[in-house]
């Protein structure tokens, strides 16, 4: 009897147990699409950050831990990240995930590559022979490649199969409707130079051209001789330059002061307009997979070439998408019309042209550059958090606080209260202007740990002159006034 | 081979035109029968009509989609057919039956202010002189060729990979390391046999055209034969865990300079003559994660070997040796282009301790008499990014740093100073695959009691022709 019991109670704990899927993924892209499949049922390790080059990483002990540690990896293969995981596998000693192992899973295996080369031969630059292998900026691979991803996680998991098989649907679908609305807005678009060959696959699916590459051959940075003849092949031409964050700005600034410098001065002939070539750098660092969630939900807040300013134009055009799980940084010196952008959505300043589209229902906190302290009615801080109706479990920073006046408070003190007003609430937006005023090192550490706890299903907007305090945290910065 | 309808129709019209007048005026049911067949003729031609409408429909008509590729419909888009559950191969540009190829050839200028003897002095340093060092890089003043590298690797089976690497030098052939290695232990073990760099420490399983400098550090030049590679066994176990912890023993046949120099009896016949494995390590890594842009490693080990023999003209030593170390290494990796920004500090410590008796001497009142030496050597090193595919590396490193001591037993114990040397290098990687280094090195040497002293310099490349190597950590 009693090991029927024991018998049972282990059969209980055996079901009861969490049926996780540990998964490693290599970029933070192929990290989201995981999530994205996989839900509550799997755990995500994205093993290089988003503003890291995927070819270039090094091999380190922590990669080696959680592929030991993984059920599946998930990489971008066809040798985009030849130079570092074969050694980082080797190091892990995790028969499960080698190739040719349920364990294994390499998005460029699931989908035909475009750009194959005739010949491997490097002196053609750092090429890859059997296609391009960028294809996580393809929505329409990524949702083939999310369907196949279903199909393998339903073989570790067989319990949640159906529940991948529809998130993987539905992924494909969400996508779907983007790239309908992608291919409107880039319809007629003059062309793109890019950095690297990384987004082929998406300019492809758009029917943009590409007019250039900044890099002379894949891999190499570019050369004086290379530029020049870049721009006297886009003279007169429009259009925007690509590149990203671990890709050097100089090729393209030069490029595009260059082809600002073809607009020619005035009378010699030909149209002095739309010669401009645009710089748009697609800024990847959404930071740690905890944010990566599902991307393709409906933006919190939209701005869309967003002029604000108050008698005449401040700043702008600006476009940006929040997604919940996002933090975003508007970044710039004082007097750059960070906060005359902030105003827009809040009715301080005037919108003169574009758009801000806030998502249904949406509900904003609002922390104010010069917080009021009411001297008059001296309440406690915990009060004031009632008040302000932030019932969150304070966190460690804040606690000895609690009990205090407000007005015994340091300044930097009372800030990091107001901003935990704001994060502590219910608002699925929360707007931080210059939340470090006043702050020391240690509230300023303190709030980062705020930022970088902030909850999934919201999206905060932090308007501030100094990001550096944001280097912990995972965020988006936009340099507003550049 | 789109057909010509209209034409076709004319043809078949004439046919009929010349064929109906020849038999007009015979009886009427032969011209019944006659109009049956020409309506027969008639409706074969409405129908070969619709066919060729058909075909020529179905030439001008995009083709029928394949299969619908759901919500996301991409003409050019054809999923691979795999399965439900997704490929689970590779795609490669590696030939899947043949071992991955890479050569690395390498050559240097070398010049120095000793007419050529600035690389030996450390080996003649006191304490040290006399001793089995490493053999250091050799170099004559002005042009050499280096040792090119041949790796073959690839895995054998599902059970072993195979690496082998050999180093072609103008003199002759050597096996660097030629090992297999389990591929599918479970619980994280892995078994390596063959002869290979031992994992101790960090610097010593880096091969030379992996290090930031030219040369070896003193430490493993001088204590150590210049690395560890002998013929043995290695087992190592990953635990699975939170954070990264390494534990590795090894079995070595024992046969190294600086621990384990084996002459036997055929050098002199009061030698011991030992069976392997003679020389056993051990050693444990230690990796927390400090994020993504940040990696720190630090590593204890150490080694006994059973049998270590030294011989001068004077006398022979038989004994054991015993060292023990640490290691040291943080990496940050920026996310700026072309590794600007990336640092590299590592540091390692390294204390050897051989227990000797004088088994052969001149002056035979002296046999048997111990001659223990404890001896240490450190180096520490930075390499900084300063620009996209440049570097800049400094070193500072000194045997007998600490320790430095011949103890003689009854006759007494000397100790003497340590010997050290500075190096600065400056790196630059057009690609991955391509490095030129030029590099100065200020060092003294301790002689006789005399700090000698010499400068050397080095301009070297390298160059790496095939598969991409993977970068260890």
């Known amino acids: 009897m009693k090991k029927t019991m024991l018998l049972s109670l282990l059969l209980l704990g055996a079901l009861s147990a969490e049926a996780t899927v540990n998964v490693a993924a290599t970029t933070s892209n192929l990290g989201m699409l995981v999530r994205t499949i996989g839900g509550d049922a799997v755990k995500v390790t994205v093993l290089a950050p988003p503003d890291r080059d995927p070819h270039f990483l090094q091999a380190k002990p922590s990669m080696m831990i959680a592929l030991r540690n993984a059920d599946l990896l998930v990489s971008v293969g066809a040798e985009l990240e030849q130079g570092w995981l074969p050694s980082a596998l080797s190091g892990a000693s995790n028969p499960k995930i080698l190739v ?3 364990g294994y899973f390499e998005a460029c295996a699931q989908v035909p590559l475009i750009d194959k080369a005739d010949a491997a031969d490097r002196s053609r630059g750092d090429v890859h022979p059997m296609g391009n292998p960028h294809v996580f900026l393809d929505p329409e691979r990524m949702s083939e490649i999310g369907r196949a991803l279903a199909g393998r996680l339903a073989q570790l998991d067989p319990a ?23 291919k409107k807005t880039a319809a007629g678009a003059p062309g793109v130079v890019l950095y690297h060959k990384d987004a082929n696959y998406l300019l492809a699916l758009l029917g943009a051209p590409i007019l250039g590459y900044i890099e002379p051959l ?43 410098l073809a607009e020619g001065p005035a009378g010699a002939g030909g149209p002095a307009e739309g010669r401009r070539f645009g710089l748009l750098r697609h800024d990847r660092r959404l930071g740690q997979g905890r944010r990566l969630g599902p991307v393709m939900a409906d933006p919190l807040l939209s701005y869309r070439e967003v002029v604000a300013g108050y008698t005449g ?21 004082n007097g750059c019309g960070k906060s005359t952008l902030i105003g827009a959505l809040t009715g301080a300043s005037r919108i003169l042209s574009g758009e801000v589209v806030r998502g249904d229902g949406l509900s904003i906190a609002y922390q104010r550059q010069r917080p009021v302290r009411d001297t008059d009615v001296p309440l ?46 219910e608002a699925r937006l929360v707007v931080l202007d210059e939340p470090t005023n006043n702050m020391d090192p240690s509230a300023v550490r303190a709030l980062a740990d705020l930022l970088h706890a902030s909850r999934s299903d919201r999206a905060v907007l932090v308007v501030t002159h100094d990001a550096r305090f944001l280097d912990g945290v995972s965020a988006r910065i936009l340099e507003v006034g550049r | 081979m789109r057909f010509p309808f209209p034409f076709a129709g004319a043809a078949v019209a004439l046919a009929l035109a010349l064929a109906i007048p020849a038999v007009g005026q015979d009886a009427p049911d032969e011209r019944k029968a006659l109009e049956e067949k020409l309506r027969a003729l008639e409706e074969k031609q409405e129908e070969t009509k619709k066919a060729l409408e058909a075909l020529k429909a179905s030439l001008e008509a995009p ?16 999923p691979l057919d795999l399965g439900s559950s997704g490929s689970t191969g590779q795609v490669s540009s590696g030939t899947s039956f043949n071992p991955a190829l890479s050569v690395i050839p390498e050559g240097l200028y070398y010049n120095d202010n000793r007419s050529g003897g600035a690389a030996g002095l450390f080996g003649a340093a006191d304490g040290f002189a006399g001793t089995p060092v490493g053999e250091g890089r050799d170099l004559s003043r002005g042009l050499n060729l280096g040792e090119t590298e041949l790796t073959f690797s690839g895995a054998v089976d599902p059970y072993f990979d195979v690496t082998a690497i050999a180093a072609f030098a103008t003199d002759g052939v050597g096996i660097e390391e030629a090992y297999g290695r389990t591929r599918s232990l479970p619980a994280g073990l892995a078994v390596k046999a063959g002869k290979f760099y031992s994992d101790v420490g960090y610097a010593n399983k880096q091969h030379p055209h992996q290090w930031d400098f030219v040369d070896q550090n003193l430490p493993y030049e001088i204590l150590l034969g210049g690395g560890l590679n002998d013929v043995g066994v290695q087992v190592t176990w990953l635990p699975k865990a939170p954070v990264y912890l390494l534990l590795g023993v090894e079995a070595f046949q024992g046969d190294n300079p600086g621990v384990a120099n084996v002459l036997g009896p055929d050098a002199n016949p009061a030698f011991a003559d030992g069976a392997g494995p003679r020389l056993f390590t051990g050693f444990a890594k230690v990796s927390p994660d400090i994020g993504y842009s940040d990696a720190l490693q630090i590593g204890l080990f150490g080694g006994r070997s059973s049998l270590h023999q030294e011989q001068t003209e004077q006398e022979g030593l038989d004994g054991t040796a015993w060292f023990a170390g640490t290691d040291w290494v943080f990496k940050h ?14 540091a390692e410590y390294l204390y050897r301790d051989k227990s000797l008796d004088r088994v052969a001497a001149e002056d035979p009142a002296l046999v048997g008499r111990p001659s223990t030496a404890r001896q240490d050597g450190f180096y520490v090193q930075g390499t900084w990014g300063f620009a996209p595919r440049f570097t800049v590396s400094g070193r500072y490193d000194a045997v007998g740093a600490f320790v430095n001591q011949i103890d003689l037993g009854d006759l007494g114990s000397t100790g003497y100073d340590a010997s050290r040397r500075i190096s600065a290098a400056l790196t630059f990687n057009p690609t991955e695959f391509s490095r030129l280094r030029a590099q100065f090195n200020r060092g003294d040497a301790v002689i006789g009691g005399v700090r000698e002293s010499f400068s050397q310099f080095f301009l070297q490349y390298q160059l790496s022709l095939g598969v991409h190597g993977a970068h260890k950590f």
């Open chain 1, 100 to 102: 040719g192992q349920p």
């Open chain 1, 160 to 182: 949640g199969g159906a529940r991948f098989k529809a998130s993987a649907e539905q992924f494909a679908t969400k996508a779907g409707e983007r790239v309908a609305q992608w």
């Open chain 1, 380 to 425: 406690r801080a915990d009060e004031l958090l009632h008040l302000t109706r932030a019932d969150a479990e304070p966190p460690e920073s804040l606690r000895p606080l609690l009990g205090l006046r407000v007005d015994r408070l340091s300044g930097g003190q009372f800030q990091l209260l107001n901003v935990w007003a704001c994060l502590g609430g």
């Open chain 1, 218 to 260: 894949p891999g190499i940075p570019p050369s004086a001789d290379h530029l020049s003849r870049l721009v006297g092949q886009l003279k007169g031409r429009r259009g925007a330059i690509l590149f990203t964050d671990y890709q050097s700005a100089q090729g393209p600034d030069f490029l595009a002061s260059q082809a600002r």
């Open chain 1, 313 to 333: 134009p401040v700043v702008g055009p600006v476009s940006f998408d929040l997604h919940p799980g996002d933090v975003l940084a508007l970044v710039g010196p």
């Open chain 2, 63 to 78: 083709p029928p989609a394949p299969r619908s590729t759901g919500p996301v419909e991409a003409p050019g888009l054809k």
């Open chain 2, 333 to 346: 990796d920026s996310p700026e282009p072309f590794g600007k920004n990336d640092l590299v500090f590592q």
